[in-house]
């Protein structure tokens, strides 16, 4: 599908954002190795999740939609999943991927995870060696672990594991099968990657310890259902934070966004540059509902400024970096990403990609080996651009013609329902020219 954009109009309105995607997928995981019937609330029809949805499922969990945004989950414990009859299609979800080895690795069954093309071709090596050492029996496509990955569970023991690289996904596949792992499990980080397993544990009342960069867990915990309420998903709000900086005569409000500490770099990140963002405290999201912190976010147009970004910081911005390089194209001096190799392991190579499209619109951009080095202000004009089959690709791209000089088309935009199906409908309601 290609979808055009025209540049110039300022933005107004409200921006309402989808359920946290990365929460989802915990909530739908944890509510399904509960004791008792959940509810998850603010889950939207997103590719991603509904992967994980659909394995649970076909693991033998009841999951129902009992009314438009809202999911009833029927637990039946720690160890109650069955064996599936099918191959577990994960789709590009590598978050499905990784947390559901995790969760299948401390199960007495044995289950085929398996994905699209493009999710074959991410290794999960990262995730499989520990979980070996843990006992788990799994046979991979190749000796770098690329899917398929057969998972023959249970009789697993905690192990004290040193993450090589900072990886949320990878920490909360370990600490899922820890649950049901003899001892204790350890995770050590060398910077803190996001935190959403260990908070929804802890809310559980699974006892989880964080101290000195290392995650402690013991096995053998159980909790009973709860409701579930997703904030907004500051990955998907990031977009219309650079978009109302970037146009002039914005003003854009995003409700009930999740404020995760672990999350929102880019909040701070924007302010450095330069952007006018303030946060309000919502009353939702305390404990009665989940344990992420939330805030309604208003966003008015500003002058930015260059940046340096490199570091502890990157973990906590490989998402948001995409169209943070857009921001940077249109601030003032040389803007560097360092340390951030991940991102030629995503959906696309976002490194490459990045440089490839924004370079065709006029972009003074360079790729390096980790990251990438930007000159600004430069003037946008409009082109025919490729979303590589990468959702965020697709919004950035689609900011980026926002500020563009003429026309912008991007090709395979129906890539952004992966995360944010409705993001072209809600940049025309703020008054963008989306066709």
Known sequence: ????????????????????????????????????????????????????????RACGTPVEMAAPGMLRVVGRGPRGLGAP????????????????????????????????PALRRRPMDRVVEPLRRMGARIEAADAAS??????????????????????????S??????????????????VPSRDHTERMLRWLGVSVEAANGAIRLAGGARWS?????????????????????????SEVFIGAVGLNPTRSAVLEVLRHMGADVMAMPTPSGGDADGPEPTADLVVRSA??????LQGALIPNLIDELPVLAVAATQAEGVTVVRDAAELRVKE?????????????????????????????PTPLRGATVDAHGDH???????????????????????????????????LRALGAEVA
């Not at 919004?395 to 072209?424: H, N, Q, W, Y």
């Open 225 to 249: 259902g709860r409701t579930f309420v997703l904030p907004g998903d500051l990955s998907a709000a990031a977009f219309f934070l650079v978009a109302a900086s970037l146009v002039p005569g």
């Open 85 to 116: 009859t099918g191959v577990l299609h994960c789709g590009l979800s590598g978050t499905t991927m990784r947390l559901l080895a995790g969760v299948l690795a401390g199960q007495p069954l044995a289950a085929t995870l398996d994905g699209d």
């Open 1 to 56: 599908m290609d979808v055009w954009i025209g540049p110039g109009r300022r933005l107004r309105g409200e921006a309402r954002v989808p359920g946290d995607k990365s929460i989802a997928h915990r909530a739908l995981i944890l509510a399904a190795l509960g004791e008792g019937e959940s509810e998850i609330r603010g889950f939207d029809l997103l590719d991603d999740p509904l992967r994980t949805l659909e394995a649970l």
């Open 173 to 190: 596949a370990i600490l899922l099968a820890g649950l049901n792992a003899e001892g204790e499990t350890v995770v050590r980080e060398p």
């Open 392 to 426: 965020r690709m697709a919004m950035a791209l689609a900011v980026a013609g926002l500020v563009a000089r003429g026309d912008t088309v991007i090709r395979g935009a129906e890539t952004v329902t992966k995360s944010f199906p409705r993001f072209f409908a809600a």
């Open 303 to 308: 002058a930015l400024r260059a940046i340096t």
């Open 146 to 171: 690329h899917a398929p990955l057969t998972i023959r569970g249970g009789g697993l023991r905690g192990i004290e594991y040193t993450l090589p690289v900072p990886s949320a996904q990878v920490k």
């Open 348 to 376: 696309s190579d976002r490194i490459a990609a990045v440089v490839q499209e924004l370079g065709a619109m006029g972009a003074r951009i360079q790729a390096t080996t980790d990251g990438f080095i930007v000159e600004g």
